[in-house]
């Protein structure tokens, strides 16, 4: 048999912030306080910043490494919305215009009486020359660490 050159990968993050959920849900899902937890990461410049949030909507993010020698593009799709509770995106990671990985993530929030818990899941599908679940993981992390950030300021 043929060495599969897609490596599927499902895991689960949580993360409890300080805010109630109401507060997270923005973050998610206002455009200009998404893209200073999401579309300004450490390392790379925006680009572009695009964000029509609704089921159906899309949102497109594209930047640059700081070394120069990598573009990003995140495309994706809203799928499910339920305010305050639940958010469901698709989307495909290209880099330098090869499509690296599709993936499914849901974001739960859960109110714990003193902030909001925060569920994440990604199932994802990563093609040949891929960043890998392990380091999406890790990447992912810091995103979160950075919405924690920005909910705090």
């Given amino acids: 048999m043929p060495e ?3 490596v ?4 689960v993050i949580e993360h409890n912030y300080a805010v109630p959920p109401e507060r997270v849900y923005a973050a998610l899902s206002d455009p ?9 990461g450490e390392g790379s410049t925006t680009e572009s910043f695009e964000m029509d949030f609704r089921v159906g909507g899309t949102e497109r993010t594209v930047r640059h490494h700081n070394s120069g020698t990598m573009t990003f593009i995140n495309d994706t799709v809203y799928r499910d919305i339920v305010p305050g509770r639940r958010v469901v995106i698709a989307y495909n990671m290209t880099v330098n215009g090869k499509c690296i990985s599709s993936s499914l993530i849901t ?8 902030g909001t818990d925060l569920i994440f899941t990604e199932q994802g599908a990563f093609y040949e020359g891929a960043d890998g679940p392990q380091m999406r993981q890790d ?7 950075a919405l924690g950030k920005s909910l705090a300021a």
């Fill in 107 to 114: 974001y739960e929030l859960f109110p714990n009486g003193t």
């Fill in 139 to 145: 990447g992912w992390r810091k995103l979160l660490e």
């Fill in 32 to 40: 200009a306080k998404k893209r200073r937890w999401f579309g300004e």
């Fill in 8 to 11: 599927h990968s499902t895991y």
């Fill in 4 to 6: 599969t050159a897609v």
